[in-house]
């Protein structure tokens, strides 16, 4: 039962870094965020709609 618990958590842990990695890093040095402007998720790159709210109203914001 343990090593169920600890694969998930490693599961869980690996899924959390590839969508930070998505969203936060982007090639060129900056750093885009996206998110929506009626709920406020974060999206990935070049999303249109928003996946939680289907808003189309998405925010970038660019960090130097």
Same mark, same amino acid.
Do not use: W
């Given at each position: 039962?343990?090593?169920?618990?600890?694969?998930?958590? #490693?599961?869980?842990?690996?899924?959390?870094?590839?969508?930070?990695?998505?969203?936060?890093?982007?090639?060129? /040095?900056? +750093?885009? *965020?996206? #998110?929506?402007?009626?709920?406020?998720?974060?999206?990935?790159?070049?999303?249109?709609?928003?996946?939680?709210? /289907?808003? +189309?109203? *998405?925010?970038?914001?660019?960090?130097?």
């Amino acid at each position: 039962m343990q090593r169920q618990h600890q694969s998930s958590q #490693e599961s869980n842990t690996s899924r959390l870094r590839t969508a930070l990695t998505a969203v936060l890093i982007r090639d060129g /040095g900056q +750093t885009v *965020i996206e #998110e929506c402007r009626h709920c406020g998720t974060t999206l990935e790159s070049g999303s249109s709609n928003c996946p939680t709210c /289907g808003c +189309t109203e *998405i925010a970038s914001y660019r960090i130097d």
